[in-house]
């Protein structure tokens, strides 16, 4: 008896089973993130919810950048741009922010001088509080990142140490009411308790 089965047939019993072949639909559900808890550090102010890594959190197949972007507009976080990750360290006051890594790999460092360094792949997503530093320390020349916000917050790029003033614009943004990676139901709204 043959085993094989074929490719019409395959996709009639995939389609079937309510999966798609396309990247925009297929975060898991059940990926879980890492999280990195980072501390003031120096003139960077992180912020004391926790960074949230989700490794392989997309198949690399097809268009990664257009599938991310679909799946980050639909968990409530519009895309705002295609690019890298400033070889600087900087933070955003203004808002929190989506690294969706849709080519390549990179060293970032997360949470100023002297913090966490993170390996990060196509596939990978970094969400990122308000407050929190990050930088480029290298990447490949295929690296490429979509970043994407929640709706209202526009970023900013701070560069020096935070004044009162920036701290008290750190603490106003309000935490999103949506996972960019699992939606609604995702980790991020439990974890992101201030």
């Not at 297929?26 to 990926?31: C, K, R, S, Y």
Request: neutral net charge; aromatic residues 8%; contains cysteine.
């Amino acid at each position: 008896m043959k085993n094989s089965i074929d490719r019409r047939t395959f996709a009639a019993g995939i389609l079937a089973a309510g999966v798609t072949g396309s990247t925009a639909s297929a975060a898991p559900a059940t990926v879980q993130p890492e999280q990195l808890h980072l501390k003031p550090n120096g003139w960077m102010p992180n912020n004391a919810l926790p960074v949230l890594l989700y490794r392989q959190a997309l198949p690399v197949t097809g268009d990664l950048a257009d599938a991310m972007e679909q799946l980050f507009t639909r968990n409530g976080w519009p895309p705002q741009w295609r690019n890298g990750v400033y070889d600087f360290h900087h933070y955003h006051s203004t808002a929190h922010e989506v690294l969706g890594f849709a080519a390549g790999h990179a060293e970032i460092m997360l949470g100023g001088e002297k913090g966490t360094t993170v390996t990060v792949r196509a596939g990978d997503v970094a969400v990122l509080p308000a407050g929190t530093g990050h930088c480029r320390i290298s990447a490949s020349d295929d690296f490429l990142v979509v970043g994407a916000y929640p709706p209202g917050e526009h970023w900013d790029i701070c560069r020096t140490a935070a004044t009162p003033e920036v701290l008290a614009r750190i603490r106003e943004v309000r935490s999103p009411a949506s996972d960019p990676v699992s939606g609604r139901a995702g980790p991020l709204p439990r974890l992101w308790i201030a």
